[in-house]
C-alpha cells in the first residue's frame, strides 16, 4: 500500500494555479488585500487541479494514539496511564478537541495504533456524529529509543500504512480536508529526534518542555535525544528506518495519513509539532505531499517552527498554543475554508460593475 500511494503523489497543476492567480486579481477587492489567503487559495487550486477548488468540507479529525518506551527515561512527569484515560475522554466528548470540532462541525476518529495500557470501556457510540474509535494497534507501545530502535522497519510500515487506510477511509466517506491529532504521553520527544532527523538542526533547537517539565527534565529530553540520535545514526534519505529508529507509531501513522491525502489531492491541515514531525517523514517519502500540507499553527514547542522552515509552510494562526489533539487546526479550519469561500463566492469586476482603477 506504501509504494502505490507514494507513486500516486504528483506536483500541483500549474493551470489551475495560473487560473485561481488570475481569478484573485479580478475580485472585487484590491489585488493581494487578502495576504496569505490568496497564497493559499491558489495552492489549493494547484492540488485539486481545479479553479476553484472544491470547498473543504465536511472536516475530519482524526487522532492517532499510541505510548512511548522512551517513557522510563523520565522524559514527562505524566504516568503513561493518561494516554488510555484521555482516548475516553476523546469518545466522550469531553476534551478541548471535541469542544472545537463542535464549533466547526468536524468529526472526530479516534485510532489506537499503539496504546500500551488497556483502553478504559467506551461509551456507545450509536449516536449520529459521535467520536468513533478505531483499532489499529501495532503494538503495545514503542521501545525505548534510548536503548534500542523505537520499531522494527516492518512496525513502522503497519503504523504507516494504517494511516494511509485511515486517510482513505475519510475521504472515501465525504471527507473534503482531513485534520492531523495526537495523542501518546512523552511523544514530544521522538517528536524532537525526528526533527532533528530529518533536518540536522541540532537537539537542543528541536527540543521542548512539552506539558511544561522543569529545568532538570527538560535537559534530561535533550540529552535523551541527541543520544538517541548519536545511537541510531538515522539516514533522513530512509525516511522509514527514521520512523522506526527514534518515532513513535502515532508519528508513523500521521505521516500515513498525510501521504494518503496527498494521494487523493485533498488538503491536510497540520496541528502542532507531532504533525509537523510526521509531515517532515511524509515529505521525505514523497517531496510533492507538501502541496496538500496546509499548516494549522505555530505550536510553541520549538521543533514546530523548525520543521515548517524546512517543509516550507506559513502557520496560519500563532496563539502560543501546545495542547496537540487537533486543537490548533481545528482553530484554523475556518481561515482554509474562507481562502476558498472567496473564489466561490466573490463578484469580478466586472460582474458586479464595480470600476477598476
Not at 496504546?115 to 478505531?134: I, M, N, W
Not at 514530544?188 to 527540543?207: K, N, S
Not at 532538570?216 to 541527541?226: I, L, M
Not at 496527498?262 to 507538501?290: E, K, N, Q, W
Amino acid at each position: 500500500m506504501l509504494e502505490p500511494t507514494i507513486a500516486a503523489i504528483g506536483p500541483l497543476d500549474f493551470s489551475a494555479m495560473a487560473a485561481a492567480r488570475d481569478l484573485q486579481g479580478r475580485l472585487t477587492k484590491p489585488a493581494g488585500s487578502l495576504g496569505a489567503l490568496e497564497d493559499l487559495s491558489v495552492r489549493l487550486a494547484g492540488l485539486a487541479g481545479s479553479c476553484p477548488p472544491p470547498l473543504p468540507e465536511p472536516a475530519a479529525v482524526a487522532i492517532f494514539a499510541g505510548d512511548h518506551g522512551v517513557h522510563a527515561q523520565g522524559v514527562t512527569p505524566w504516568p503513561q496511564e493518561v494516554t488510555a484515560q484521555m482516548i475516553a475522554n476523546f469518545l466522550a466528548g469531553g476534551a478541548v478537541v471535541n469542544a472545537f470540532a463542535r464549533q466547526a462541525g468536524a468529526s472526530v476518529t479516534v485510532v489506537d495504533v499503539g496504546v500500551a495500557t488497556p483502553l478504559p470501556p467506551v461509551p456507545d457510540a450509536a449516536t449520529a456524529g459521535a467520536p468513533r474509535l478505531v483499532a489499529a494497534n501495532v503494538r503495545a507501545g514503542t521501545r525505548d529509543l534510548a536503548v534500542t530502535a523505537a520499531l522494527t522497519r516492518d512496525e513502522a510500515r503497519t503504523a504507516v500504512e494504517s494511516g494511509i487506510r485511515i486517510a482513505y477511509d475519510l475521504i472515501d466517506g465525504g471527507a473534503g480536508i482531513l485534520l492531523t491529532g495526537d495523542m501518546g504521553i512523552g511523544n514530544t520527544t521522538p517528536a524532537a529526534a525526528l526533527v532533528a532527523a530529518f533536518t540536522g538542526i541540532d537537539p537542543a533547537e528541536t527540543t521542548g518542555r512539552g506539558t511544561g517539565v522543569d529545568d532538570p527534565t527538560y535537559a534530561r529530553k535533550v540529552a535523551v535525544v541527541r543520544d538517541a540520535l548519536r545511537r541510531h545514526q538515522p539516514d533522513p534519505a530512509d525516511p522509514l528506518g527514521v520512523l522506526a529508529a527514534v518515532g513513535g507509531l502515532e508519528h508513523a501513522a500521521l505521516a500515513g495519513l498525510i501521504l494518503g491525502a496527498a494521494a487523493r489531492r485533498v488538503p491536510v491541515l497540520l496541528d502542532g509539532v507531532i504533525a509537523v514531525s510526521a509531515a517532515l517523514a511524509a515529505a521525505a517519502f514523497a517531496p510533492d505531499a507538501t502541496g496538500a500540507m496546509v499548516a494549522g499553527h505555530r505550536s510553541a514547542e520549538p521543533g514546530a517552527t523548525v520543521a515548517l522552515r524546512h517543509l516550507g509552510l506559513e502557520p496560519l494562526v500563532d496563539l502560543g498554543l501546545r495542547l496537540g489533539e487537533g486543537t490548533g487546526a481545528l482553530l484554523a479550519l475556518p481561515v482554509v475554508t474562507g481562502a476558498v469561500r472567496v473564489l466561490h463566492e466573490v463578484a469580478t469586476f466586472d460582474s458586479a460593475g464595480v470600476a477598476e482603477k
